[in-house]
């Protein structure tokens, strides 16, 4: 996307795909914000506990808004101005190195926005030893190292021939051609 796709998908409502068909959605801040404010309600007294999205919601929103007027100031001597604002000024940015730039803070940030408004499902983790280390667990108890891909981005469960995985502790990896290990571990340890 274009420097000046990725500040509208940042502060503008947009348009995406829901189930092939398109939908208005908020900008992607104001997801955020939404985001913040839900866990805020839900943490108040007699709200029961807070939802985990609000810490890295906020400190997320902190980070983009310093980010911004940091930038802006660099590039203007001024950071004067509502987010939004800022953000959308640098769509007249005419230097090709400075759009480069601003293109992949902004592609950061709303990348980070999304996954915490859609986390996407972490990976399977099945307590079998690494096919190439042998290690299901390190030596400080953390694992197991095996991570196995196996979720759509619907969440649905792929079939298995599209699945990847790799093990934290060797940095081994495997795709889905060479994936026949899997199954005989699971056999193993059932």
Do not use: F
């Amino acid at each position: 996307m274009s420097l000046r796709d990725q500040i509208h998908t940042l502060t503008s409502e947009h348009l995406t795909m829901q189930d092939g068909k398109p939908e208005r959605v908020p900008s992607l801040l104001n997801q955020l914000d939404a985001a913040i404010s839900a866990e805020t309600r839900a943490g108040s007294p007699g709200g029961g506990k807070g939802l985990p999205i609000g810490t890295g919601a906020i400190s997320l929103r902190q980070d983009i808004d310093w980010a911004a007027r940091n930038e802006q100031y660099q590039r203007t001597g001024t950071d004067v101005g509502t987010l939004v604002g800022i953000i959308q000024s640098w769509a007249s940015e005419q230097d090709a190195a400075m759009v480069n730039y601003l293109e992949h803070v902004t592609t950061d940030w709303c990348d980070r926005i999304r996954a915490i408004i859609n986390p996407a499902k972490p990976p399977w983790r099945p307590a079998v030893p690494c096919p190439s280390c042998g290690t299901i667990y390190d030596r400080e108890g953390n694992g197991p190292g095996m991570r196995v891909h196996c979720w759509a981005e619907d969440e649905a469960i792929l079939p298995p021939g599209q699945w990847s995985a790799e093990c934290i502790h060797c940095g081994a990896a495997w795709t889905s051609e060479n994936m026949a290990w899997l199954a005989r571990m699971l056999e193993v340890a059932s």
